[in-house]
């Protein structure tokens, strides 16, 4: 699985060192990731020369583009200047504000072009636009009044409202999503190679967790 839709971070990311191939009536092309999930050549961390760290959406990405006929491979080849491509489609620039900070500037640079979409980056950074457009994914956004903003993701601001609905009604509420990223649930070997849904190596990380996180289980005295 080449994306991932709910990084606990980014919202949207991809899976590292992964293929998808993205087929339409307009083209036909491989989209391969690095080890850290970029849309790029595999970069090292330090480097003595200048290098520019590139943000953005799927303009920035590439969609429907060989590498090689992208603009930041364009401007690599031309200028010799490396351009490191951490663009991701369907992303606002909080998307990539958070992609600069928790993975980006870790990758010595001395310029960071940023890459504005007027034509839906707004909408993207609008909680309730940006839920309409994708409500299947998790999704980070500010909320609230300069500069007193607060990093919010969606569905997980519904999932704490869930949450306290099941605790008002007396039921039981298990949110496994951060056992899972602990257990690293959100590696490629826990789907189907095609599909979102966990295979069996996926079945069995969720029953361990839910082994330890149901209440009822504290009174089985010996698990097989």
């Given at each position: ?41 595999e970069r090292d961390r330090k480097s003595d020369q200048p290098r520019v760290i590139v943000l953005g ?50 990758f010595d640079h001395a310029y960071v072009m940023l890459n504005f979409c007027s034509f839906n980056d ?71 190679a095609y599909d979102i849904h966990w295979n069996a190596e996926g079945n069995e990380l969720v029953a ?17």
């Amino acid at each position: 699985m080449y994306y991932t839709h709910d990084h606990p971070v980014f919202g949207l990311w991809r899976n590292p060192n992964t293929v998808k191939r993205h087929f339409t009536k307009s083209f036909d092309v491989l989209y391969e990731s690095n080890s850290y999930g970029a849309r790029d050549m595999e970069r090292d961390r330090k480097s003595d020369q200048p290098r520019v760290i590139v943000l953005g959406d799927s303009f920035t990405e590439g969609h429907g583009l060989h590498p090689e006929d992208r603009i930041t491979n364009l401007l690599e080849d031309r200028s010799r200047i490396p351009d490191l491509n951490f663009g991701i489609a369907d992303s606002g620039t909080t998307e990539q504000l958070l992609v600069y900070r928790h993975l980006a500037r870790d990758f010595d640079h001395a310029y960071v072009m940023l890459n504005f979409c007027s034509f839906n980056d707004f909408l993207d950074n609008d909680y309730i636009e940006g839920v309409k457009r994708s409500p299947e994914r998790v999704r980070p956004f500010f909320v609230g009044e300069y500069p007193d903003y607060e990093l919010v993701y969606y569905p997980e601001s519904k999932v704490r409202e869930l949450g306290a609905l099941a605790r008002e009604l007396g039921f039981t509420y298990i949110n496994i999503l951060s056992d899972l990223h602990e257990a690293g649930g959100y590696l490629e070997k826990h789907y189907h190679a095609y599909d979102i849904h966990w295979n069996a190596e996926g079945n069995e990380l969720v029953a361990d967790i839910l082994l330890r996180r149901l209440p009822y289980m504290s009174q089985v005295t010996s698990l097989p």
